[in-house]
């Protein structure tokens, strides 16, 4: 009552006092909770943007992770292609080298071959083997049926199995295109 007697004192009609503190009190509430809304709010909606942000930095990072990743393998895995690829043409080199040289190496062993033949074929022995004589002078020169032997000189007949040592008796001059032997 003494609040009633104060307000009455001083004039003022208590209905409205109370109207007035209900006033007072809403809007000291709005005061207190409308800045505590809004902070709430701006609080949420800054959350909502950090988890956007978030969201978006992570799928960023992963997806330029991911292009690096993929850049490097293929910096990684390009030179060890490279290295593969030559090193597998080193292995056909050696290949073909091995290939060509034993082709050359028989190449050359069938000249040996055929040069070992022409050289068997005419070898005196050889010649010798086929009937043929080979008539040596007494100074040891090979006669080859060029210039005069004298009657009376001493020959050497060489055959593939022994020596004949003669003289000269006569000598007949004969036609080389003549095979009549």
Do not use: C
């Amino acid at each position: 009552m003494k609040n009633f007697e104060a307000s009455t004192t001083i004039g003022v009609d208590p209905s409205t006092y109370r109207q007035d503190s209900e006033q007072l009190a809403q809007a000291y509430s709005k005061i207190i909770t409308q800045p505590n809304r809004t902070l709430t709010a701006r609080k949420d909606a800054m959350n909502r943007i950090n988890q956007v942000v978030t969201s978006q930095s992570i799928t960023i990072i992963f997806n330029r992770r991911k292009t690096l990743l993929d850049a490097t393998t293929t910096l990684v895995t390009h030179p060890k292609i490279i290295v593969a690829q030559k090193t597998s043409e080193l292995g056909n080199i050696a290949k073909n080298i091995g290939v060509y040289n034993a082709k050359f190496l028989q190449r050359q062993q069938n000249f040996l071959n055929a040069y070992a033949m022409t050289m068997r074929l005419m070898s005196p022995l050889s010649i010798l083997r086929k009937g043929f004589a080979i008539v040596k002078t007494t100074d040891d020169r090979i006669y080859t049926g060029k210039g005069e032997l004298k009657t009376g000189e001493k020959l050497t007949i060489i055959l593939s199995h022994e020596q004949l040592r003669t003289t000269l008796q006569k000598q007949i001059q004969k036609d080389a295109t003549d095979t009549d032997l």
